[in-house]
């Protein structure tokens, strides 16, 4: 292995690809031909994620809800509080607009006040039969005024599922067919057909319409989402070419650099449509990422490249010591990138091990692009000029430098204290970290859409539904006045609870049945007696109800269903909410006769957030230990390896100590922090301790004489890459997501912590202990050679 990546191996790739110009221009040609061909495969997601495994007890309990109800989560709310709503003009676009929307084959069915059934007691034959309440060839001021009063005060069935009798606000329920919710046909419907149609009809009538309906949140979340990742692309292209520039000073090196990292783009979106992957949330940062990742790579083969030029004027030989003594760095620094991200595929959430799977092979592929691309484009081109290298002697980065090594060399108990009194703030700011399962709060808060959910969830209490499955173990034994008061009890006992909805179950058209009963009187809007029971039984015999207001029992009566619809609450509160409710679930439903469990897509999101922030902490201690073993491999020594994480481990926990202060939660998004950013600032940490070896041998194994030259040589470039990076996770700061933004902000920070703590606290280390760590026995023991020495310099074979 030593010698498969010595500086002899890393020689015999420079001259093969030197040599070999045209046939790697066109396998890289080929590749991404035949990468682009696959970007007609790559899917978009229609569903919230699914955090869970598949087999998870969650996921079982609501595909066997799915089985018995149909889909939960296909129903789209339009609302109004027009005060001149039930005048005459106004209730007429309502009913034509109930109307126009009852013709679409992706609608199964539509509630609104313009068709409500009156349900009513029939005397011959003894049945109950729902009528119309209001003919739509009888609209006159007249009619409409009795026809709201009646609504208001003689329907209590329909309060929560039509109207809200406080604030006498009125919606509509649309219920979408099950075969199109999860599917493409649901994206195209909201987008082509019901968003204009809704937007035409509020202007032309001049009704304030109000929309929300987890479908309909999806569709235009989803739609953001792609609509952002050209921005995403485009802003990165430009932020990180703008500091290139600023830095390099030459137009060639920054066209080219933004020339390989575009064919990285090229090939990440490739890559996810050669796996069939959906863009979700985390793939469509990818092509960004890669961006970021791909142009500090750029920087140290160009400023190599350059400082080579600078020294002897050789092009040919300067192309190939690029690549000799680069390469293996440059390929270490990559390995360990992706490796950060790579642990995600540990994880047990499908969403984050198709993150990780894209996102480590194509860290890999800009690295090879990047390997490949810029050698061979300079040997097509003239040596650089003088004015191209006059940032190897800039003023301004000498301050910089000097600065970084008057501190290791005079302050190192300043740097020490620093370190500790930090640590000690982070460990307090972790103290006050939140967790939160939010389904919504990622999303653009500034939205139309969103501020329609709050509109909802102020007056009907929530919008994204929670079900219970209540099973009898019997037949017909929702029927039952036991089970129906107990259904009741549980509907009471959820209603108490301000983050949730009036109840829907089979109750409340029991208790409709009681009012039809009695004539229609509100004041029997309640449960049957067993008395009551036996005298309504005949009527119910000749009864056929109304699928789309009997849907909470299924065909054999032995499973009934209980919906609420819930506020945007967090994972802590609905597990307060969910211990409440577990010994009161005992007591209503005893175990002996009945099961009853709760499910919904909400309940699963935010479960598997949870979930998810149990395996991410393994997948970060799986980095940690991916990394160590690459610093065992390259050093030999298990106290190197312990003073090289420390540097990299003191800004996570910054960050995680500014998260805690800043009030940002633990969730999906910014969980993912942390794998990255350790994965990514690990990449000084290798080309330190790289140079810092060589000087070793070049000066008899001086510590004090080897680090400051180390220090000194590669601060410029730590710098460098550490700027594009913080400007370019930056980047991700513009979304409207706020996890998006959480997560280029926290990674950008930490990146700046991982820099100075890498330039400060390491060489420090190095000279604080050097007694312990240092000897030459240990430090002589055989290791990867990252960066070439003299007696490499033999075995160069110039081009």
Excluded at 613 to 627: G, K, P, R
């Amino acid at each position: 292995m030593q010698k498969l990546f010595s500086f002899g191996f890393w020689n015999t790739i420079a001259g093969t690809i030197l040599r070999n110009r045209i046939t790697f221009i066109a396998i890289i040609v080929a590749i991404t031909a035949g990468l682009i061909s696959q970007w007609k495969y790559i899917g978009f997601s229609f569903t919230e994620a699914n955090l869970l495994p598949d087999k998870h007890p969650l996921n079982v309990q609501y595909q066997e809800f799915l089985e018995k109800f149909g889909n939960e989560g296909n129903v789209i709310v339009i609302a109004t509080q027009d005060e001149d709503l039930f005048s005459k003009e106004k209730f007429k676009h309502w009913a034509k607009l109930s109307d126009t929307l009852r013709t679409f084959s992706e609608i199964k069915s539509v509630v609104d006040i313009t068709d409500l059934k009156d349900l009513t007691r029939k005397i011959d034959p003894k049945r109950f039969e729902f009528v119309d309440i209001i003919n739509s060839d009888n609209y006159t001021n007249n009619t409409l005024s009795a026809f709201k009063t009646k609504l208001f005060d003689s329907l209590p069935f329909y309060d929560g599922l039509v109207y809200n009798s406080k604030s006498k606000t009125i919606q509509t329920t649309i219920f979408l067919e099950d075969s199109i919710v999860n599917t493409k046909a649901r994206k195209d419907f909201v987008l082509k057909d019901f968003k204009p149609l809704i937007d035409t009809f509020s202007e032309d009538s001049s009704i304030d319409v109000r929309v929300t309906g987890m479908p309909y949140i999806r569709t235009l979340n989803s739609q953001n989402i792609i609509d952002e990742i050209k921005w995403f692309v485009l802003a990165a292209l430009l932020v990180t070419s703008f500091i290139f520039y600023f830095f390099f000073r030459s137009f060639r090196a920054t066209i080219i650099s933004m020339c390989t990292v575009i064919i990285g783009v090229m090939w990440a979106f490739g890559v996810i449509g050669l796996f069939k992957y959906e863009i979700t949330v985390l793939t469509a940062i990818i092509p960004p990422l890669i961006i970021v990742i791909g142009i500090p790579n750029c920087i140290f083969l160009i400023n190599k490249y350059q400082q080579e030029i600078k020294l002897h004027g050789n092009q040919a030989k300067s192309l190939q010591r690029v690549i000799a003594k680069i390469g293996n760095a440059t390929l270490m620094t990559n390995v360990t990138t992706a490796s950060g991200f790579a642990t995600f595929i540990f994880t047990q959430s499908e969403l984050l091990k198709e993150f990780g799977t894209v996102a480590s092979i194509n860290i890999i592929s800009i690295f090879v692009l990047s390997l490949l691309i810029i050698p061979i484009a300079y040997s097509y081109m003239a040596p650089p000029k003088d004015k191209h290298l006059k940032h190897l002697g800039k003023k301004w980065i000498e301050g910089f430098v000097n600065w970084i090594e008057s501190m290791v060399r005079h302050k190192r108990i300043t740097i020490y204290f620093t370190s500790v009194g930090v640590l000690m703030l982070s460990f307090i700011g972790i103290y006050f970290i939140k967790i939160s399962g939010s389904l919504l709060e990622d999303m653009p808060q500034k939205a139309e859409f969103i501020k329609d959910v709050r509109f909802f969830e102020k007056e009907f209490n929530g919008v994204m539904p929670l079900e219970f499955l209540i099973d009898t173990k019997r037949e017909n034994g929702v029927s039952k006045l036991r089970t129906l008061k107990s259904i009741e009890e549980l509907g009471n006992t959820l209603e108490a609870f301000p983050e949730f909805s009036k109840s829907l179950s089979v109750v409340n058209l029991a208790k409709y049945a009681k009012q039809a009963f009695y004539n229609g009187n509100s004041q029997f809007y309640q449960l049957p007696s067993g008395q009551e029971q036996n005298f309504m039984l005949p009527y119910f015999q000749n009864f056929k109800a109304d699928g789309k207001l009997n849907a909470y029992a299924d065909s054999t009566a032995r499973y009934a269903r209980l919906t609420v619809f819930m506020k945007d609450v967090g994972v802590k509160r609905m597990e307060q909410i969910e211990a409440e409710l577990e010994p009161k679930l005992e007591k209503i439903f005893p175990k002996e006769r009945y099961e009853v469990s709760m499910t919904g897509k909400a309940l699963i999101y935010q479960k598997g957030t949870k979930y998810l922030i149990n395996n991410l902490v393994l997948s970060l201690s799986l980095a940690i230990l991916l990394i160590a073993l690459f610093m065992a491999w390259m050093f030999r020594s298990f106290r190197m390896i312990l003073i090289s994480l420390i540097p990299n481990i003191l800004p996570l926990l910054m960050t995680a100590g500014m998260m805690g202060f800043l009030g940002v939660p633990i969730k999906p998004s910014t969980i993912l922090v942390f794998s990255i950013a350790f994965g990514i600032s690990v990449d000084d940490t290798i080309h330190f301790l790289a140079k810092y070896r060589q000087e070793l041998k070049a000066r008899d194994w001086s510590i004090k004489k080897s680090v400051y030259p180390a220090l000194r040589e590669t601060t410029v470039s730590m710098f460098y890459t550490s700027i594009v990076l913080y400007f370019g996770f930056s980047v991700f700061m513009i979304s409207s997501f706020g996890g998006t933004v959480a997560l280029g902000g926290l990674v950008s920070a930490t990146l700046l912590f991982a820099m100075l703590s890498n330039l400060l606290l390491l060489p420090s280390l190095l000279l604080s202990l050097e007694r312990s760590i240092a000897n030459k026995e240990t430090l002589k023991k055989p290791q990867i050679n990252i960066i070439d020495t003299e007696e490499d310099e033999k075995e160069e074979i110039t081009s």
